[in-house]
């Protein structure tokens, strides 16, 4: 089966444009999971949804940064205003539920702004 | 109290050596411990994954030692190939987190042919 797929693979913005980066789960998979992966923060979590609900929005930087999931499925997480500060991949995964920890990963978006 | 902690940074071995990659947590909540294996441009996969009921976990090459009392867990690399030249992440989640990871530093691994 498909796995979790992202898109675009590549985003490059100006500074203070909002930009909306795309994740497809695993058919199946309620859990889903954002996280940033930078060079001098290695790998942090973004946020959690369960179904369309998302009972742990910790790990947003600020309040530029949201997300939604619609239908259960597809989820999009927006920055707004962008920052050079932003520039980082941003990963999706997806589990089962949120009690199997088994996390699957997509190929993430490198975003870029200059 | 959230931390992993992931040693060494970077590790070089000949092809056929054993490298371990080393991590620590402090929270005793936790009782998931995956590892995860990064190659350039692609997302993490998942290696293997151990939790606190069993002190090791061995697929194919690729074993989990686990020692609960030190909090500390470790990843062995049997019979490494130049293919498993890549970064390699260990994380941690339970308790009340929902599944969300927690990782270490990663390490980035270099086997020689």
């Known amino acids: 089966g498909a796995g979790v797929s992202q898109s675009p693979s590549n985003k490059v913005t100006e500074k203070g444009k909002d930009v909306e980066l795309r994740c497809d789960p695993i058919s199946g998979h309620t859990a889903l999971y954002w996280y940033r992966q930078s060079l001098g923060q290695g790998l942090e979590f973004l946020i959690y949804?369960?179904?369309?609900?998302?009972?742990?929005k910790s790990g947003l930087p600020s309040d530029r940064f949201s997300a939604e999931r619609t239908g259960g499925s597809v989820s999009t997480l927006t920055i707004q205003r962008t920052q050079q500060e932003d520039s980082a991949v941003y990963l999706c995964a997806s589990s089962l539920d949120g009690n199997t920890y088994e996390q699957y990963f997509g190929p993430g978006t490198r975003l870029t702004v200059t | 109290q959230q931390q992993v902690k992931q040693s060494p940074q970077s590790l070089i071995v000949q092809k056929g050596g054993i490298p371990i990659i080393n991590c620590a947590y402090e929270n005793t909540a936790f009782d998931y411990f995956p590892w995860y294996q990064q190659f350039p441009g692609k997302g993490p996969a998942l290696l293997i994954a151990?939790?606190?009921?069993?002190s090791e976990k061995k697929e194919g090459r690729f074993t989990i030692s686990f020692n609960k009392s030190a909090k500390q867990f470790s990843l062995h690399i049997m019979d490494s190939q130049p293919g498993d030249s890549a970064t390699y992440f260990c994380a941690a989640t339970g308790g009340t987190s929902y599944g969300k990871l927690t990782f270490g530093q990663g390490t980035i691994l270099t086997v020689h042919p």
């Open positions: 949804f369960q179904g369309n609900s998302a009972p742990d």
């Open positions: 151990i939790r606190p009921d069993v």
